[in-house]
């Protein structure tokens, strides 16, 4: 099987529409990748993702090995079936979890930067469980047994993501660690051609371009990712904690440098006017938990012309407000329910609002991606 296919090429940008294929369904690109993390859509039954249009998720290694385990997932046949998710999925290397969750340890890393783990070194890295302070090791080989037998259809390979603000030395050995360890991830899934033959799966690896908000370190690392035997590459740390203009500079130094028979992603990227000019970049695919964290703080997204808006349904202006969320919106809460409805429920903390919130905003997401593939296939893009 092929696994990535480019359908239409723009004449203005470097966008293009392609096609995924995995066992479990294909994936028209540029597409979003709503997050997952526990093996749970938050607040949405699998039945949904049909009508909503969900393509694709992305489920999180590192809460799935902390609990049930990834050897309970294996037993029941694999996420898919666990779960009961009827599309294809991703899987994170645990590399970003162990960066953000270890922060609210307090606990300080290397060379005296203020830090985010127990330690990092070429092995691997030392973490306390969030669960139970356990002292845990992930390392390449760890996260790549742990993602197999998760069962989803592509993996991230483990990577170590910089944060905002740290010094130039810290990003370099960071990125080596990087790419140190993408070599121990293919080596121990194989090249392309073996990796279903050793998972019973076919499942493809995806290398993560690194480099921090330093230019040089950002081109070196996607050059090398590139000429590893990978499936896709992933741009990772461009959202933990940089300027907008940052995060636009970082993308712009790798895109030039990202193999165009390979799928590109980028990783926690979830606003939609970024999104709209990485599309332009050659970037196919995009997670983040934007989409649903937001509708559960009871924020919803709405449409003027070209803008974007987001509305607060908790604010008194909708107690009396008969308008849907977005007018000719063909989602389910749209066509049913007012916005006095909706500022009813999230003012009594009433579980369904959480659910038509996040409806709405993940359809709402998917239709903006199904008319970015649109433009690009007319040439508009």
């Known amino acids: 099987m092929v696994f990535f296919e ?54 999180n290694t590192f809460h799935l ?40 340890k307090k606990i300080k890393t290397r060379e005296g930067d203020e830090g985010l783990l127990l330690s990092i070194g070429e092995e691997g890295v030392r973490f306390r ?11 390449p080989e760890i996260s790549m047994q742990n993602q197999e037998k998760i069962g989803a259809d592509i993996l991230m390979a483990f990577d170590e993501c910089i944060p905002s603000g740290v010094k130039y030395e810290y990003s370099k050995q960071a990125t080596q660690h990087t790419h140190d360890w993408l070599l121990r991830c293919i080596a121990a899934k194989g090249s392309p051609s073996t990796r279903s033959a050793r998972s019973g799966l076919q499942q493809f690896l995806y290398g993560i371009v690194q480099g921090g908000v330093f230019k040089d370190l950002r081109v070196q690392s996607a050059q090398f990712v ?6 896709g590459i992933a741009i990772g740390g461009v959202s933990v904690g940089e300027t907008k203009k940052e995060m636009r500079e970082q993308v712009g130094w790798v895109a030039p440098h ?12 979830g606003r939609i006017e970024d999104i709209l000019e990485f599309v332009k970049l050659g970037i196919d695919t995009f997670d983040c938990v934007e989409p649903t964290r937001l509708a559960r703080n009871g924020t919803v997204f709405q449409r003027q012309e070209t803008k974007f808006l987001r509305i607060d349904l908790l604010k008194s202006k909708y107690t009396k407000d008969k308008n849907p969320i977005q007018k000719n919106c063909g989602c389910y809460a749209c066509k049913n329910f007012s916005l006095s409805f909706l500022h009813h429920l999230f003012k009594e903390r009433e579980l369904l609002g959480y659910y038509l919130a ?12 199904k008319e970015l593939r649109q433009s ?4 508009k893009l």
């Not at 993940?362 to 239709?367: D, I, K, T, V």
């Open 258 to 269: 990202l193999p165009q028979e390979l799928p590109h992603h980028l990783l926690g990227i």
């Open 376 to 379: 690009i296939a007319q040439g």
């Open 6 to 59: 480019v359908a239409k090429k723009s004449k203005k940008s470097k966008a293009r529409a392609g096609i995924l294929h995995t066992l479990h369904g294909d994936i028209l690109t540029p597409a979003f990748v709503p997050v997952a993390t526990k093996g749970t859509l938050k607040t949405i039954p699998p039945k949904d993702f049909k009508d909503i249009g969900t393509q694709v998720a992305f489920v």
């Open 358 to 369: 996040t409806y709405h905003n993940l359809f709402f997401f998917e239709q903006v991606f």
């Open 226 to 231: 590139a000429e590893q035997g990978i499936d």
């Open 65 to 104: 090995t902390l609990h049930p385990g990834v050897d309970v997932i294996k037993q029941f046949g694999g996420i898919h079936e666990y779960a009961k998710l009827p599309i294809p999925l991703i899987s994170d290397s645990a590399g970003f979890q162990v960066f953000s969750l270890g922060g609210k």
């Open 129 to 139: 469980s969030p669960r139970d302070g356990k002292e845990l090791m992930f390392t």
